[in-house]
């Protein structure tokens, strides 16, 4: 059995998807939380190391917005299959857990199969560790 480490909205999304889907999870209320800034966010793009042309162009780009919605909609113009694992991981890792929130919200509206519930699954697991990693050390914005 995998766990899912949802946010209440989330979970009101889970409850909706068909037994099949949901029979070999379980669910634990994700209660982490944190405040991500513009500075924050644009830091953290400064700081990826990728070579390719196109995640290039979008790190220059995501590097100025200022929600989580910005970084959505700058994403909707990328093909993120074909992005080398590495890159995908540092991309979500500059992104931030807020954002992959919004993934998972999408994701859970649109699910409709095994496959896409393990995406779901990966994607809750990384933000929980995310939010792990920077509640620990998350000094104030000046």
């Known amino acids: 059995m995998h766990t899912l480490?949802?946010?209440?909205d989330e979970q009101?999304?889970?409850a909706k998807l068909p037994?099949?889907?949901t029979k070999e999870l379980s669910v634990e209320q994700e209660t982490m939380t944190y405040e991500?800034?513009?500075?924050?966010?644009?830091?953290?793009?400064?700081?990826?190391?990728?070579?390719?042309?196109?995640?290039v162009r979008l790190q220059e780009s995501m590097?100025?917005?200022?929600?989580?919605a910005d970084v959505m909609k700058a994403l909707q113009s990328f093909d993120?299959?074909?992005?080398?694992?590495a890159d995908f991981t540092q991309m979500l890792f500059a992104m931030g857990p807020n954002a992959i929130g919004v993934i998972i919200e999408n994701l859970l509206?649109?699910?409709s199969n095994a496959e896409d519930m393990e995406v779901v699954t990966a994607y809750s697991l990384?933000?929980?560790?995310?939010?792990?990693?920077?509640?620990?050390y998350s000094p104030k914005e000046p």
Request: aromatic share 4%; glycine share 2%.
């Open 5 to 8: 480490h949802l946010t209440k």
């Open 12 to 14: 009101k999304l889970f």
């Open 19 to 21: 037994a099949e889907l």
């Open 36 to 55: 991500d800034s513009p500075r924050r966010r644009g830091m953290r793009f400064a700081l990826l190391a990728i070579k390719d042309p196109e995640l």
């Open 63 to 68: 590097r100025a917005v200022q929600s989580e």
């Open 80 to 85: 993120l299959t074909k992005i080398h694992d």
């Open 109 to 111: 509206t649109s699910t």
């Open 126 to 136: 990384l933000r929980h560790d995310m939010l792990e990693s920077l509640t620990l």
